[in-house]
């Protein structure tokens, strides 16, 4: 295989009106992969235009949830080996070599999945301590030996058989401003609370004051976010403030439904 042949190797993409980044994504893995394969939710931008353009084979599909939807780009590639992004992430220089050298080195006949870390840029800055890094991602995977598991909205890889951590990270533009991360503070709990309900899950006054100090302590303290500045500091503040909020909503749930009985 030379240098600058494509690996078997499809690139799996879900997407819903994400024209504005799903392009950096596609140009980090040129050359790299034989096949783009994106799952779109009714985008009502440029998104499908977008990736067309780039090759893709586009398959429209109305929301499934993140785990079907994810296991439908899966179960629709052709490669025998499936790199899995989402829209807002790239891959760096170094994981791309790393990707190739996993199969240059036959690394891939021995592995049946890659893992990497994953970066994220907040505040203009790449953040590298705290809760945030590294975000172990297992993302290159051999599709006949994995599936989309998890609960919505937290999808996960599950692997038969093992994996390669990979030098190099995954360029995440998950949270290009402040708003961006408030605005996702609501569903996440909503999410959390309905996980709670289903499971029988009772609030505590212990519960909803510690685990919000613990989670800042745990990342600006010990995960050293304190070594990437205001942002670090942020992002520990930020993080115990939606476990707070998480927590209470549960009590707020369980003081609704004594006000009904």
Same mark, same amino acid.
């Given at each position: 295989m030379s240098v600058t042949e494509p690996l078997p190797l499809s690139l799996a993409i879900v997407s819903f009106n994400e024209e504005a980044r799903i392009g950096k994504c596609f140009e980090s893995t040129k050359g790299l992969v034989r096949e783009i394969v994106v799952v779109d939710?009714?985008?009502? !931008?440029?998104?499908?235009?977008?990736?067309?353009?780039?090759? =893709? /084979?586009?398959?429209?599909?109305?929301?499934?949830?993140?785990?079907?939807?994810?296991q439908m780009a899966l179960d629709a590639c052709t490669q025998p080996w499936v790199l899995m992004l989402d829209c807002d992430e790239q891959l760096s220089e170094e994981l791309r070599e790393s990707i190739r050298d996993?199969?240059?080195?036959?690394?891939?006949a021995w592995f049946q999945g890659g893992r990497f870390n994953r970066k994220v840029c907040f505040l203009g800055r790449w953040i590298?301590?705290?809760?945030?890094?590294? !975000?172990?991602?297992?993302?290159?995977?051999?599709?006949?030996? =994995? /599936?989309?598991?998890?609960?919505?909205?937290?999808?996960k890889v599950e692997l038969q058989g093992r994996f390669k951590q990979l030098?190099?990270?995954?360029?995440?533009?998950?949270?290009?401003?402040?708003?961006?991360?408030?605005?996702?503070?609501?569903p996440y709990a909503d999410d959390?609370?309905?996980?709670?309900?289903?499971?029988?899950?009772?609030?505590?006054?212990?519960?909803?004051?510690?685990?919000?100090l613990w989670r800042f302590f745990r990342a600006y303290i010990l995960r050293l976010g304190f070594l990437d500045g205001f942002p670090g500091f942020w992002? =520990?503040?930020?993080?115990?403030?939606?476990?707070?909020?998480?927590?209470s909503r549960k009590y707020e749930s369980e003081v609704r439904r004594n006000l009904k009985s």
């Open positions: 939710s009714n985008s009502t !931008d440029a998104t499908v235009a977008v990736s067309e353009a780039a090759g =893709a /084979r586009v398959i429209h599909q109305p929301w499934l949830g993140h785990c079907a939807q994810k996993f199969f240059r080195t036959g690394d891939a590298t301590h705290g809760d945030w890094y590294p !975000d172990r991602q297992l993302r290159l995977i051999q599709r006949d030996k =994995a /599936r989309i598991g998890g609960k919505d909205p937290h999808d030098k190099g990270d995954l360029l995440h533009d998950s949270f290009p401003t402040i708003k961006s991360y408030l605005d996702k503070i609501t959390f609370l309905e996980r709670q309900i289903r499971e029988g899950s009772r609030w505590s006054l212990t519960a909803n004051l510690l685990r919000p992002i =520990a503040y930020a993080t115990a403030f939606s476990v707070f909020i998480r927590y």
